[in-house]
């Protein structure tokens, strides 16, 4: 019953609170929130904590666009579920926030999903969809229709990843890198694995976006962020 309630007001006031695009777009009211839910909670142990939760669909009945909904649910509507069910347990959660982005190039919709949790952790997922041709857009797509090799992408995102985590880690002094795991958590990041793994998209002012896995010297292993592998003037 929840899910029917948030799905009835989150399609009427989608249009006034939650959309962002770098252009108009008259397919802009083909996306609603399967979850858009705000509020503040209070666990058995008396923490409390503002909680936000939109997580999108599409709005479209075409067998491509439906697979997309149906993995944008299972990974952040179920994430979203669980939060629900702490809540009537009383228990805490460990998710706050979800919430996304939308960016148009001409037919193409990107859909930027971020979900958080506890321990500073981020979950990015990108959704490429065309609606002329009911298909997905990948990163592939994405360097074909700008004249881009795909090598020379490759190149340039391996060596903005390298400068992001050597900014990250410029304090961290020469004489320790070798013990803490600087350099294999550096090489992880450049590997051919994590450089293919990236996803792209067409960000807010129409450049080019990628969702990267950036290893890390503390916490977890890695964490997403967002990896411009051209420069812009």
Known sequence: MRKTVVFMISFILLI????????????????????????????????????????????????????INTEIADRYGKRV??????MDGGYSLWSWHTEWHSYWDGSKLFLLI????NGGFKDYAVYGYDFDTDSRVTNENILEQRGINTEVYKVNLREKAQL?????YASV????????????????????ENVEAAVLF????????????????????????????????
């Open 202 to 233: 067409v960000d807010g002012i129409g450049e080019l976006e990628a969702v990267m896995r950036i290893y890390s010297l503390a916490g977890a292993d890695w964490y997403y962020h967002l990896v411009t592998p051209f420069a812009y003037g």
């Open 173 to 192: 002094p020469q004489e320790s890198r070798e013990n803490i795991g600087y350099y294999s958590q550096l090489e992880k990041t450049i590997s051919d």
């Open 81 to 86: 579920e669980e939060q629900f069910e702490n």
């Open 114 to 117: 971020s979900a958080d949790e």
């Open 16 to 67: 006034s609170c939650h959309i962002t695009s770098f252009a108009d777009n008259p397919r802009q009211n083909s996306i609603f929130e399967l979850y858009s839910v705000e509020g503040r909670y209070e666990d058995s142990a008396g923490n409390t904590e503002s909680y936000s939760y939109h997580v999108p669909q599409i709005f479209s009945e075409t067998p491509v666009a439906k697979e």
């Open 164 to 168: 992001m985590f050597e900014d990250m």
